[in-house]
Every structure is written in C-alpha cells, then in structure tokens.
C-alpha cells in the first residue's frame, strides 16, 4: 500500500503527513498526475477558499485525473476543504465548479447566535456503518474548523452529522470516495483509527 | 455542542521543558516532545506550547520544538513567545502550529494581528495578556511580565479582538506555580468583556480549579504545574470533571 496526500499548497500537509506515518503507512506527495500511477489510497486535505483551492488543483493539472482516480474504484478521502471539494459546486470565494463526487453543494453555515468558524471538538453522530468508521463509537467528538458546510444533494451519501447550531453532513461517502469535515489528523486516538482504516480500506464495500 | 478543554501549558527554555512561579526561576522538568506524545495520548485537548528565552535565536528554537513535538502529537497545537510578524507565524503554522499566542507585539503593533489573521484565519490567533494585581488594580505585562503597560485591561482585551485576535488566553502572573487556583475575579472580568473564547491560565493546582474556571465562563483551563509535578494527567482530570457535569470530548 502506498498513500498519496495531494500536495499542491491548498493546505498545510504536515499533520496529516506525521499522522499516516505514525500509523506505519507509506506516504506519498501527489503533486502532478503522474504521481497517482504508484499510488493505492488519495487523501486531499485543504485549507482554506473553494475556489482558490479548485484553481489550484487546476492548475496542477489534477481535477480529471482524481475524478478518474475515484471513477475506477480507487480510494480517495477528503478532508475538511478536501471534503467539501468533493461536491459538485462551492460558493466560498465566488461560485465554483468542484470534483462533483459527492452530490450536494458547499454553502456559508448561516445561524446567527453562534460564532464562526465553528472550532473545536464536537460530535458526530453516525447514520450508517462505513469500514472506514470500523472501531469508532457513535457520537464520538472530532476536531473542527470551518466557516461552510455541505448541503448534501443525496442522504445516502451521509454517513454522520453534526449539530452546530444546524445540522449538516460531517461525514459523507459513496463509492470509493469518503470525506470528513472535521481533521482525523488532529482528532487524537478516534482520528488516527479512521486514517488508519481508510488506508486499509478496499473500497470494495 | 462544542466541548470544554484541558490544555496542558508547555513552557520551553534551551530545548528542554520547565516551570516557573511568577515567571522566574524556571526549573527543569523534562523532554517536551515525551511529554507532548504523553498528553496528546492521554487525552488532552489542546497543547500550548510557550518559549520563555528571550535571547538570540528563541524562534528558530520555537520552530524546531513544533516540527519535532508535531510528529507524536495529533491535537491542535498553540505555539507561541516572540513571535513579532507575519513571516514568524507563517513559520510556525509550516512547522505543524494550528494556532499562534501573541503578547508583547499587541502592545506595540497589532496590526500584526491582523495580518495573521486574515492569511490563516481568526480562529488561529490568540492573544496572550499576562496580569498582575497592584493595589486592587489588573495591571497588564509584556516580554514575559518583565514590562509594565499602560492600558487597561478591558481597552486591551477589545483592542486586540477588534485587530483579529479569535481567543484570548489570561494569565495571572502572581498565580503561576503557585497550584492555588486560578484568579477568578481577573477571568470573569475578561469572561464578561471578551466576545470570543478564553483560556484560564495559571494557578490550577487541583482538579477542582479547573471546574471553577469553567464554572467562571472559561472555554479552556491550561495547566502546567498541575501536570508537570506529580501523576495527575488529562484523562484524570477529565473523569473527575465528567462527574461534575462539564461537557468534555468522548474517547
């Protein structure tokens, strides 16, 4: 197994880097298409403005060749910015085009009483058993921060949600593809299983 | 609904892990990067991780500290002491920072502030204020409680939210070391005039100061001394505050 990380400065790779490594996997930087021929399992972080981070992987040459990447059963997670590139469109920093993987469209969380970004550890309630979520109780709290959430064009493709003053999808997956709003990377002990099980995970479900 | 957090306070000088009480005589308590893998293993929420050298190459030094400490420790990691501009953050949150502490340079240029802010994000700034009680009076200090400042407590605390400071951390210099509980008065005056989260800092001695932070308003307690000497730890700590009825994260 040999786990690429999608290094096209939309996001800060170290942590998720050390994390992957800790648990004994091979890590590799995907920087240019050729980069995915070697690889079995994608992770995309991100940091930061859709549209921005859409341009970027543009212009590296990538949007087609990680759609195809996942279109051929190939594992790919996405991780906050990286989950929400997953949809099919995004509003933050102009409305823009995403990796349309999983249904749905990214859009300014919009409750008033509470701050943004949402920050910090807070729970995800499972709809549905994934592999990835193999070993991890339900309600169980992750790491956050974000400003934009998913509305999820299709339910089946939630597989948890949380509550911040609205619900919305904090996990999402179909196929071979699977994303987390939150980072497993600073998510301690729960966080290291699901990067863990996703490295380890076939896809074939 | 987000969670209270424990956040063990990491105080680095020369490479090595120590503690003080009211700022001086800084006392060697071992290896920061053990100890950080230890609390990131035993549940801690949060780490902030402080360099206390004011001489030559401190950031440099800071720097390393993250990049080692942040390939055993998978929570958010604050790092600060020194930090003077945008380019010092921006090697910093490269390192492995999620966050940066700001404390002298708000007193002197915030817009600094601002600019880390708007690059990174407001919830990756905080503002560190340091206080002393003279007289019945909160008197503010910088360059690690060395300089006296002139303005008030409530001034400053708006002025840095308003420059981009998305956290406050307030710490008690009488208290530091000390294991005596936190300032309460001080932490409920910034609590009621800060419209963003604070970090009670100096003074937890004892698990139940740390409910008495939360209890004055306080979204996260940092301990040093109270996890530095002796075999307390965040998962005990966090057991005894479940049963008290705080929200914390389950594992």
Request: hydrophobic share 45%; charged share 20%; glycine share 12%.
């Amino acid at each position: 197994m040999s786990i690429g990380i999608v290094d096209v400065g939309i996001g800060n790779i170290g942590s998720l880097r050390n994390a992957v490594l800790s648990q004994g996997w091979d890590v590799v930087s995907v920087q240019a298409e050729d980069d995915l021929e070697a690889i079995t399992h994608l992770l995309l972080p991100g940091v930061g403005a859709f549209g921005a981070a859409m341009e970027q992987l543009a212009r590296a040459g990538l949007v087609e060749p990680i759609r195809r990447f996942a279109m051929a059963g190939r594992p790919l997670m996405g991780i906050c910015l990286g989950m929400q590139l997953l949809a099919d469109r995004g509003a933050e920093g102009g409305d823009a085009a995403g990796l349309a993987l999983i249904p749905g469209q990214v859009v300014a969380m919009t409750h008033s009483h509470l701050p943004l970004p949402h920050v910090g550890w807070n729970e995800a309630h499972q709809l549905r058993p994934h592999p990835v979520l193999r070993g991890i109780r339900d309600d169980i709290d992750f790491y956050f921060v974000h400003s934009f959430r998913l509305a999820a064009g299709d339910a089946t493709a939630v597989l948890a949600e949380t509550e911040y003053g609205e619900r919305f999808p904090s996990i999402v997956a179909k196929g071979s593809v699977i994303g987390t709003q939150f980072h497993p990377e600073k998510s301690q002990t729960n966080g290291l299983r699901m990067l863990d099980n996703f490295c380890a995970w076939d896809a074939a479900c | 609904m987000l969670k209270r957090r424990i956040i063990p306070i990491e105080l680095l000088s020369g490479g090595r892990l120590v503690k003080t009480r009211g700022f001086h005589d800084p006392r060697d308590v071992g290896d920061p990067v053990k100890s950080s893998k230890v609390y990131s293993d035993q549940d801690a929420d949060e780490l902030v991780l402080l360099q206390i050298d004011r001489e030559g190459r401190q950031l440099v030094a800071l720097v390393e500290a993250v990049t080692r400490i942040a390939e055993y420790c998978f929570v958010p990691l604050t790092a600060g002491g020194g930090i003077s501009s945008l380019d010092d953050a921006a090697g910093l949150f490269t390192a492995g920072a999620d966050k940066v502490l700001l404390n002298s340079i708000t007193y002197r240029d915030r817009s600094v502030l601002t600019r880390i802010a708007e690059r990174y994000g407001r919830q990756a700034v905080v503002a560190g204020i340091d206080v002393r009680e003279e007289e019945g009076r909160f008197v503010l200090y910088s360059r690690c409680g060395r300089q006296r400042e002139s303005v008030t407590l409530g001034a400053h605390v708006a002025d840095v939210v308003a420059a981009g400071a998305g956290e406050l951390m307030i710490q008690s210099i009488d208290r530091d070391g000390m294991m005596q509980g936190y300032d309460l008065g001080l932490l409920r005056k910034v609590v009621a005039a800060s419209p963003v989260p604070v970090i009670a800092a100096a003074g937890a001695g004892h698990f139940l100061h740390l409910k008495e932070a939360f209890d004055a308003g306080a979204d996260g307690a940092a301990c040093g001394s109270l996890f530095n000497f002796g075999d307390n730890n965040p998962l005990r700590a966090k057991s005894f505050l479940k049963n008290q009825g705080i929200p914390l994260k389950r594992i």
